[in-house]
């Protein structure tokens, strides 16, 4: 319940091609938001806005078209422009991570806007001003410009992230049962058995040999079934009865 | 000097679309990153991929094309599989924004590799194999599938903020020099060769036993001296003449 994403606007200003729009859908709908507007776009959606929205058709069908920013910015209590470059009348900018945890926290007292502009053009300093803050991803200063589809996924990206409660752990490795202790020095005898019958260690002269071989099991975490794998290797080698001729 | 981005390789394995290698290319320039391998793509770098690198194309003149994965990964000490989805031998998987700390604190070992699918099948598990760690995209469980340059624009935007980062040395791991990854083949080549000689492995019914073992190193992370300690052992159980009697 209470999702923040369903509370953020994508605002996509003067676009020039479709395919962009569709492409931008995507990258919305694959990090869960859903609410695009267009302002005068170019060309409305069409044939190829679907074909790069791959998937994210519902996205595009449910756009809201606008003629201006204005109307695409009503009833909202933050709007952030997405900007490539410092600008002259430069309001602070803040980077993408830190105005992306703004907005997520500000759906708690409404709507939110997040606005790219138009491909080459950018956003014009009149639409900036009907924006309450600037943001920017960071970039290579002499090559900065994203494609604006890949901006409006980096931006989803962080508004996610923001938005999830990223202390949850990682997706659950659903991997086999961790070998015991005795099971783990049950291998690491097993090693030193075979490392003394081999001749490969002199149990007068030990060494740290079964010490960095007790670390490295210790740092690897290993499954019972790895250990079962490892001693039925060591079996096999410490008898060469078995061994194919 | 001592870029960290700079020893960061871009692997794309298997590519169906050239537009998606220039659109990579173009993500890739933005973030300052350089260094895209191509494993096999369906078509060389082309007409299409020049349209979408978009002023990227130094980086698509400079890709370095090879057949197989391995090849890609040669002479890296660490290599990071993106993936989309759970897998079923799964190694634990990280976010996006864990790996690339990781990789960018590994660049102080050496060259590191981040290692992205075909646009509709991913990366197979032979080739996930070949990776020491596997990592995810946070995406809705709904609708997960980035675009592959829009994966590859969020993996670098956070390498990008990883490096930045950097001005602190890696976490000091008083342990010694890992092990790099054709040193980790090496041994899981010998193990695969011990196996054989014993009999324990049926080269004409291999199952699944030589990738368990490479998962359970991936996992280990050995250092030199241990893989080094491991071979020895192997050498001696291997050649019996050696053994005491």
Redesign the interface.
């Known amino acids: 319940m209470n999702d923040p994403l369903s509370r953020i606007r994508i605002v996509l200003s003067r676009t020039s091609h479709p395919g962009n729009i569709g492409?931008a859908a995507?990258?919305m709908?694959?990090?869960?938001l859903t609410r695009l507007y267009l302002v005068s776009p170019k060309h409305l959606p069409e044939e190829q806005a679907t074909a790069m929205a791959?998937?994210?058709d519902d996205v595009l069908t449910a756009a809201i078209v606008v003629d201006t920013l204005e109307e695409a910015l009503q009833g909202t209590v933050l709007a952030v422009a997405m900007t490539a470059r410092r600008r002259d009348l430069s309001a602070p900018i803040a980077w993408v991570?830190d105005a992306a945890a703004e907005a997520v926290a500000a759906t708690g007292q409404g709507e939110v806007a997040i606005v790219f502009g138009n491909e080459t053009a950018g956003l014009s300093n009149q639409e900036t001003d009907l924006c309450q803050r600037l943001a920017m991803?960071?970039?290579?200063s002499e090559?900065?410009?994203?494609?604006l589809?890949?901006a409006v996924?980096?931006a989803c990206?962080e508004l996610?992230?923001a938005g999830?409660d990223?202390g949850a752990p990682?997706?659950v490795?659903?991997?086999g049962l961790p070998a015991s202790h005795d099971e783990i020095e049950g291998l690491i005898g097993h090693?030193e058995a075979?490392?003394i019958?081999?001749?490969?260690l002199d149990p007068a002269q030990p060494k740290r040999?079964i010490p960095?071989?007790r670390r490295?099991?210790a740092?690897?975490?290993?499954?019972k079934?790895?250990v079962a794998?490892?001693r039925?290797?060591?079996s096999?080698?410490?008898d060469?009865r078995?061994?194919?001729k």
Chains 1, 2 share one sequence.
């Open positions: 492409a995507r990258a709908k694959t990090m869960g791959s998937g994210a991570r991803i960071s970039a290579n090559y900065s410009s994203l494609n589809a890949a996924q980096v990206y996610r992230l999830l990223v990682p997706p490795h659903e991997a090693i075979a490392a019958k081999s001749g490969f040999l960095r071989v490295l099991f740092r690897a975490q290993p499954e079934e790895e794998i490892l039925g290797l060591l096999s080698l410490m060469t078995y061994w194919p």
